[in-house]
């Protein structure tokens, strides 16, 4: 029960990247920039925290990096890059709840992810994902109504590809931190003891990333709105929201835990939806979006309820 709750509220969290991304798109501002300025800005932000607080897990964050660059390239750059990009490149072409709607495939991305990784997943709790993944195509398909196809398979599958990045990159610190295999490294630090100490590892990791983005797309220089509202999604879902998410999924002790606290971030979809009709004015779903949202949440309690009986 601590891990689902932590998990939801992340997902309040995690739902402020929605909106903020959309609202960002809205005013034109570029999405490498949404994507990249928030890691810069987390970066800042984390320097300051530990620095003052704690500072002996900071130098052992560096040390630890400095050790396992590569690793951290490929974690932070799968799952914080890679995922961070799609997801803002998406907003630019579909409405927020919409793209948080999408991003649910991660709970149908996590079990398969753990498969490949070796680990056991019920086969039951495997199926039940897919109803959460058939909500998901209702929402969509009603987004046709209001856009074209074009928009809709440009903003839609970006997400399905980001659903899986993110999950890999957790893992790969998650399998890290508990003894490493094959080319994953054994990381006994007490620095991945700290959740706030992985999101900068995993920042780190990232920064290639971003300034190949830059370089290769050149996008015009940042609004002065662009840069706060990054600096907000900094603060609420790059760090209080990731933060908790990682806090959760290390309190796992199995797959199934781990699977269960993933699907928690079912709960960004109606965060995402309150938040993009109070502060954007958006439009409420149709009967097909309000179908789509109810067989997520369906296959979300249905999916805890398995887990539980287990």
């Known amino acids: 029960m601590q891990i689902i709750l932590t998990g939801i509220l992340a997902a309040f969290f995690f739902s402020s990247?929605?909106?903020?991304?959309?609202?960002?798109?809205?005013?034109?501002?570029?999405?490498?920039?949404?994507?990249?300025?928030?890691?810069?800005?987390?970066?800042?932000?984390?320097?300051?925290?530990?620095?003052?607080?704690?500072?002996?897990?900071?130098?052992?964050?560096?040390?630890?990096?400095?050790?396992?660059?590569?690793?951290?390239?490929?974690?932070g750059g799968v799952g914080f890059g890679i995922f961070y990009a799609l997801i803002t490149f998406s907003a630019s072409y579909t409405p927020g709840w919409v793209v948080a709607a999408t991003w649910q495939t991660t709970i149908l991305a996590t079990p398969l992810v753990l498969l490949g990784f070796g680990k056991k997943v019920p086969l039951r709790a495997l199926l039940l994902t897919l109803i959460i993944f058939a909500g998901v195509l209702l929402?969509?398909?009603?987004?046709?109504?209001?856009?074209?196809?074009?928009?809709?398979?440009?903003?839609?599958?970006?997400?399905?590809?980001?659903?899986?990045?993110?999950?890999?990159?957790?893992?790969?610190?998650?399998?890290?931190r508990n003894g490493g295999s094959g080319r994953i490294p054994a990381l006994d630090d007490p620095a991945m003891d700290d959740p706030f100490c992985r999101?900068?590892?995993?920042?780190?990791?990232?920064?290639?990333?971003?300034?190949?983005?830059i370089l290769f797309t050149q996008p015009p220089l940042p609004q002065t709105g662009q840069i706060i509202n990054t600096a907000l999604v900094a603060i609420f879902s790059g760090i209080a929201a990731t933060s908790l998410f990682l806090y959760a999924r290390h309190k796992a002790r199995n797959a199934a835990e781990l699977a269960a606290a993933d699907c928690t971030q079912s709960m960004e979809v109606l965060f995402s939806l309150a938040g993009e009709v109070v502060l954007l004015h958006g439009s409420l779903p149709g009967i097909l979006g309000w179908s789509g949202i109810g067989l997520t949440m369906l296959g979300?309690?249905?999916?805890?309820?398995?887990?539980?009986?287990?």
């Open 199 to 213: 999101v900068l590892l995993l920042t780190l990791g990232s920064l290639p990333l971003w300034a190949g983005l």
């Open 17 to 75: 990247t929605f909106v903020l991304n959309r609202a960002m798109s809205l005013d034109g501002g570029h999405w490498v920039w949404s994507a990249s300025l928030r890691y810069f800005w987390m970066l800042a932000l984390l320097f300051i925290g530990l620095g003052f607080f704690r500072r002996e897990l900071l130098l052992s964050s560096f040390k630890l990096y400095l050790k396992h660059w590569k690793f951290w390239t490929v974690a």
């Open 300 to 310: 979300l309690m249905l999916y805890l309820r398995v887990q539980n009986v287990r």
């Open 139 to 176: 929402v969509n398909i009603e987004s046709v109504e209001d856009s074209s196809w074009n928009a809709v398979l440009l903003g839609a599958i970006p997400v399905f590809v980001a659903a899986f990045a993110y999950p890999f990159g957790n893992q790969l610190v998650w399998e890290a």
